[in-house]
């Protein structure tokens, strides 16, 4: 597996193996993977330069901020730095995924902050599925919740940064397309969305009046009151 999963064109060569090598009924390890977003915080990007042992490196900050923006990142994200419960991207089962499912990916993320904090990335990680026969599922995980990793996690810079609060509402659109140029290379862009112009899921958690009022109906439905008052 390459970074954000995709990288390099590792899962090509798996699905090679599986087609040439790979006897009828045999296993694959690991056998599903998914692709995981959420937004995020990236102190050690925008606010750690503030301040290098009494020197203020701001400048600095922001060049390397500038090239964040043409490149995605890979670092070990902290876990409070992660703003909304991830999202998968992309599930595969490896079983039988083709290579023309993996030329286009598109993903749109509509969500809420959990937390105060403030919106500065997308944050990408994989987990892989083992197969097991015990009742607990063998996972590995790139998560910022799990052990570092090789892979780390690949975040995607924002222009602006964004102060938000628990319940704000969050949407962008994510593409991954392979690379014309390189059959090991996805381009990745990322467009930061207008939450009022985006429908929200059911169960949105943001503090627009129409996802308040949503989930009010629902949790009366879910007590048992069929009454309209």
Same mark, same amino acid.
């Given at each position: 597996m390459g970074h954000?999963?995709?990288?390099?064109? +590792?899962?090509d060569?798996?699905?090679?193996?599986?087609?040439? %090598?790979?006897?009828?009924?045999?296993?694959?390890?690991?056998?599903?993977?998914?692709?995981?977003? @959420?937004?995020?915080?990236?102190? @050690?990007?925008?606010?750690?330069?503030?301040?290098?042992?009494?020197?203020? +490196?701001? @400048? %600095?900050?922001?060049?390397?901020?500038?090239?964040? #923006?043409?490149?995605?990142?890979? &670092?070990? &994200?902290?876990?409070?730095?992660?703003?909304?419960e991830?999202?998968?991207?992309?599930?595969?089962?490896?079983?039988?995924? /083709?290579?023309?499912?993996?030329?286009?990916?598109?993903?749109?993320?509509?969500?809420?902050?959990?937390k105060?904090?403030?919106?500065?990335?997308?944050?990408?990680?994989?987990?892989?599925?083992?197969?097991?026969?015990?009742?607990?599922p063998? &996972?590995? @995980?790139?998560?910022?919740?799990?052990?570092? /990793?090789?892979?780390?996690? /690949?975040?995607?810079?924002?222009?602006?940064?964004?102060?938000?609060?628990?319940?704000?509402?969050?949407?962008?659109?994510?593409?991954?397309?392979?690379?014309?140029?390189?059959?090991?290379?996805?381009?990745?862009? +990322? /467009? #930061?969305?207008?939450?009022?112009?985006?429908e929200?899921?059911?169960?949105?958690?943001?503090?627009m009046?129409?996802?308040?009022?949503?989930k009010?109906? &629902?949790?009366?439905?879910?007590?048992?009151? %069929?009454? #309209?008052?």
């Amino acid at each position: 597996m390459g970074h954000y999963l995709l990288h390099e064109g +590792m899962l090509d060569s798996v699905i090679y193996a599986r087609d040439n %090598f790979l006897r009828r009924e045999g296993l694959l390890f690991p056998e599903n993977v998914t692709l995981f977003s @959420s937004p995020c915080s990236i102190p @050690s990007l925008n606010e750690s330069w503030a301040n290098v042992n009494g020197v203020s +490196m701001k @400048s %600095f900050g922001k060049q390397l901020k500038e090239a964040a #923006m043409k490149e995605p990142l890979l &670092i070990q &994200i902290n876990p409070d730095d992660v703003l909304s419960e991830p999202e998968s991207v992309l599930w595969l089962n490896l079983h039988d995924v /083709t290579l023309e499912d993996l030329e286009s990916i598109n993903f749109r993320h509509v969500t809420s902050a959990s937390k105060d904090g403030r919106y500065q990335g997308i944050c990408l990680w994989f987990t892989c599925t083992f197969p097991y026969y015990s009742t607990e599922p063998v &996972i590995l @995980s790139t998560g910022p919740d799990d052990p570092k /990793t090789h892979w780390l996690q /690949t975040v995607i810079s924002l222009p602006v940064d964004v102060d938000v609060e628990k319940g704000t509402p969050l949407a962008y659109d994510l593409v991954l397309k392979r690379s014309n140029t390189s059959l090991r290379k996805y381009t990745i862009e +990322m /467009t #930061m969305l207008d939450p009022e112009e985006v429908e929200h899921p059911i169960y949105c958690g943001c503090h627009m009046t129409k996802c308040i009022l949503a989930k009010a109906v &629902i949790e009366k439905y879910d007590h048992g009151d %069929f009454s #309209m008052n």
